[in-house]
């Protein structure tokens, strides 16, 4: 097996983005939504107005996850303005890592993860945060293994169903503020 690459996605990627985002939340998600809020959301969520939108936001960055060639899983990121919930302008936050069902368990979300830490750390923000659904044990369970606390709780609506995220963050120590002993 090649090894997988994490690559950048631009405006040309708009096609594969919208592919690889509505194929993840759906192998996530179908299971436990009905079946007309999943259309509605895997329509407006993934329509090309609106990832167009979020590719050529300045504040945002996407990432794939390439193995062979084939777009396996994504990473989105938002920095400022950006940011899906305004707590701090020095944060970063991750929006999205989803991957294909087939991918789980191989540690293609923690290089995904870990290109969002490099990230973060290259801007020098003092903590990441996201929202993730209460009931996706398996993302909680990989947030906290990467040292996520919960510190609130945010509404997100799956067509006409509200549920509930919980907002994780981790605090990060940039290098300039170790001490050397």
């Known amino acids: ?40 959301y895997l329509e407006n969520s993934f329509s090309e107005e609106k990832l167009k939108a979020e590719l050529n ?3 945002s960055q996407i990432y794939f996850a390439v193995l ?8 989105k990121i938002n920095l400022g303005a950006a940011q899906t919930e305004q707590l701090d302008p020095e944060a970063l936050e991750i929006e999205r890592i989803y991957l294909l069902k087939a991918f789980y368990g191989q540690k293609v979300g923690q290089l995904l993860y870990q290109k969002a830490i490099d990230i973060a750390h290259q801007i020098r923000a003092s903590y990441v945060w996201l929202g993730v659904w209460e009931e996706n044990y398996r993302a909680l369970k990989f947030y906290k293994k990467n040292g996520f606390k919960a ?19 981790k605090q990060l120590v940039n290098a300039n503020e170790l001490k050397v002993s």
Not at 155 to 169: A, Y
Request: glycine share 8%; hydrophobic share 35%.
């Open 68 to 75: 062979e060639g084939k777009v396996i899983g994504y990473l």
């Open 151 to 169: 510190f609130g709780k945010h509404s997100f609506w799956l067509g006409d169903d509200e549920q509930t995220d919980l907002m994780m963050k």
């Open 1 to 40: 097996m090649e090894q997988i690459t994490i690559e950048r996605a631009t405006i040309t990627d708009l096609k594969k983005l919208q592919e690889i985002g509505r194929n993840t939340f759906f192998e996530a998600f179908a299971e436990v939504n009905s079946e007309e809020n999943m259309k509605e």
């Open 57 to 59: 936001n300045k504040d």
